[in-house]
């Protein structure tokens, strides 16, 4: 394909986005999805990303997919394009079913120019098979280093997207990120099939952030930060914890100091956080105390200051952080208040997601026990072997990459719909074996308050038939609006390709690399200590970790301003002696299956990290719990492997 026309290009940009010029990075990427390429794009938070899809989702003749694992992405995207008389919708968890019914339409019918999505959707089978009707022009995917295992998020779905889009025929892939190291970038572009050629990656460094460490003990941080909110000139301010907990106390605290102050952590309510975020925009001195659940997404220019509380958890994440500040190119103030104590919450954290090696193993016991060809709910696998659902997903990804096991489509085990007409009224709108077919799925049905519940598998059998015949007969009623349908219990498919030789060799192998996975996670904490305690400019270190070198010291940053930081050591807390005796006691008395017998479980207990298993035996209520949260998880486990 030729090299397009740039004017075409240039008039769309000054027509609906009011600019005459692109930012570094942005024309290359948007002219190799244009030539008809797949493309990558690594900018800096802030660094215009999302006219990369935006904009040719205007020039391509079908739909532009954008894959998101942010709400706050979605919502603010979509009301800023609806404003420029762009189609856009978004399909996610929050939507009514009218809503959604609506969206889907609008899809279907060629009225949308772009449809936001979650990696999370394509498990649902019916907006699979809506896929296949679409013409994606473009398959956009945000946050696109979550693909890569050795990323600061890594996240199983996003593993498995390049197998949809060429499912979906997607005809183009743009995957962007703010923060991949050449590592993770070589990931990307291997996962998507970039070549390296299309792949763009514009400068990390910002001349206007200035970069600044205080080093703090934990009783000091109030104080300082409330020094340094008096001191500055009043401006949009958002500050980092890590805990919710910490978000509402510190919240309230600021309140009443008299500071216009908000919490914000993925524990409140969908509508609620709606209103700060909301708040937050309106607001030219609004101060948002949130745990990184805020700020992705969030396309605030003037946000003059963002403050660490507690540490960020990687180089990756301060980096995304910090860049939510001055988008508006004015100076910005990021500030981080260094506290070595709370590296143990942060370690904590990360030791918590690694399961113990006998569920691993009991795991694939049961799975190759079970037919060539089943389906699970992970959920209930999550509980029963007390292994977390992301992680429990990231072992049967492995699985699946090594060959193992095959993934097929998910599905939901029971559907529910309630009828906006009489079943009557339904029926006399068909004839001859349609008519009979659909009143026997009728039959199949149970009925509750107002819903009827029906187990779609279970109907299929009685009735004869397969199973995404009745599927697709729902789905036809709810379009027209005969009836209203939800889903629950969503199904993963899977279908076994060999069987290992060894299971225990194979469990202690996907146990290993949880334990690589585990010490990959602490090295990136290792990695901010070093930025915080290193003896050159600071700006230049992080510049350097995303492949930037800087010609010379930023003049901003603590290390330029006021030479080497210097953390302080943790306080060393001890195991109270008394513990064991009261241990003990609960194994005895408790009902739990004597769960905390194992060492990493019972480590997780004491250093208070949430488990399903520990959930499920209702020890997170238990008043032990949590009583080592300030000892080191590796000191705990080490005592509880020698009780």
């Excluded at 079913?97 to 979650?118: F, P, S």
């Excluded at 199904?491 to 069987?499: A, F, G, I, S, V």
Aim: net charge neutral; charged share 20%.
């Amino acid at each position: 394909m030729s090299d397009p026309d740039p004017d075409p290009i240039h008039a769309t940009l000054r027509e609906y986005f009011g600019f005459d010029s692109f930012r570094n990075g942005q024309y290359d990427v948007i002219k190799h999805l244009l030539n008809g390429h797949s493309a990558a794009a690594v900018f800096p938070t802030g660094g215009g990303k999302s006219l990369c899809y935006q904009l040719p989702a205007l020039l391509l003749p079908g739909i532009t997919l954008v894959v998101s694992p942010l709400i706050a992405l979605m919502k603010d995207q979509i009301d800023a394009l609806s404003t420029r008389g762009i189609a856009a919708q978004r399909l996610d968890s929050t939507l009514d079913a009218e809503t959604h019914r609506q969206t889907i339409d609008q899809a279907c019918e060629g009225k949308l120019r772009l449809l936001y999505v979650a990696p999370e959707r394509f498990n649902n089978e019916r907006f699979r098979e809506t896929l296949q009707t679409l013409r994606i022009s473009l398959f956009a995917v945000d946050e696109a280093h979550c693909i890569s295992e050795w990323g600061h998020n890594f996240r199983p779905d996003y593993l498995k997207l390049a197998g949809f889009a060429r499912s979906f025929r997607a005809e183009r892939i743009l995957a962007l990120t703010a923060t991949a190291t050449e590592q993770v970038l070589n990931d990307i572009r291997r996962g998507f099939d970039i070549a390296e050629e299309n792949a763009v990656r514009t400068g990390f460094y910002r001349s206007n952030l200035m970069l600044l460490t205080t080093p703090v003990s934990e009783a000091e941080k109030d104080r300082v930060l409330l020094e340094n909110l008096r001191k500055q000139p009043a401006g949009a301010t958002i500050i980092y914890v890590t805990l919710q907990k910490t978000a509402e106390i510190l919240a309230d605290y600021l309140q009443s100091k008299g500071f216009q102050c908000k919490a914000y952590h993925a524990g409140m309510k969908d509508e609620y956080r709606s209103q700060v975020q909301d708040w937050f925009m309106a607001s030219d001195q609004g101060i948002v105390v949130a745990t990184i659940a805020f700020g992705m997404g969030v396309d605030k220019a003037n946000i003059r200051y963002v403050y660490h509380y507690n540490l960020p958890k990687s180089l990756e994440n301060y980096a995304q952080e910090i860049g939510r500040a001055g988008r508006d190119d004015h100076p910005s103030v990021c500030t981080i208040l260094a506290c070595s104590d709370d590296l143990t919450v942060l370690e904590n954290f990360v030791y918590g997601d690694t399961p113990d090696s006998s569920a691993v193993q009991q795991l694939i016991t049961h799975l190759f026990s079970l037919e060539t060809q089943f389906d699970i709910s992970l959920y209930s696998f999550s509980s029963t072997f007390d292994i977390r659902p992301l992680v429990l997903r990231t072992l049967l990804t492995y699985l699946e990459l090594e060959g193992y096991l095959e993934g097929g489509t998910p599905f939901y085990e029971t559907y529910s719909f309630k009828p906006l007409m009489s079943s009557a009224e339904i029926l006399s709108q068909f004839h001859g074996e349609r008519k009979t077919f659909l009143g026997n799925v009728f039959r199949q049905a149970k009925k509750a308050k107002v819903w009827f519940n029906i187990d779609p598998s279970r109907a299929a059998t009685t009735l004869n038939t397969n199973r995404e015949r009745i599927i697709h007969a729902l789905d036809w009623l709810s379009q027209k609006q005969m009836l209203e349908i939800k889903v629950a219990g969503v199904r993963h498919r899977y279908r076994q390709l060999k069987t290992p030789n060894d299971k225990q060799t194979l469990a202690n192998h996907l146990f290993q690399r949880m334990l690589d996975r585990e010490t990959a996670e602490i090295n990136r904490l290792q990695q901010l200590v070093d930025l915080i305690g290193s003896d050159s400019c600071q700006t230049a270190m992080l510049a350097e970790h995303f492949s930037e070198i800087l010609e010379q010291p930023c003049g901003h940053c603590s290390w330029c301003l006021t030479g080497k930081v210097t953390l302080s050591k943790r306080i060393n807390h001890s195991i109270p002696v008394d513990i064991q005796s009261k241990i003990q006691s609960i194994v005895v008395n408790s009902e739990t299956d004597n769960i905390i017998e194992i060492p990493r479980v019972l480590a997780r207990f004491l250093c208070g990290i949430t488990s399903p298993g520990l959930s499920r035996s209702k020890l997170t209520r238990h008043p032990l719990f949590g009583i080592m949260v300030q000892v080191p998880f590796k000191e705990v486990l080490e005592w509880a492997e020698n009780l």
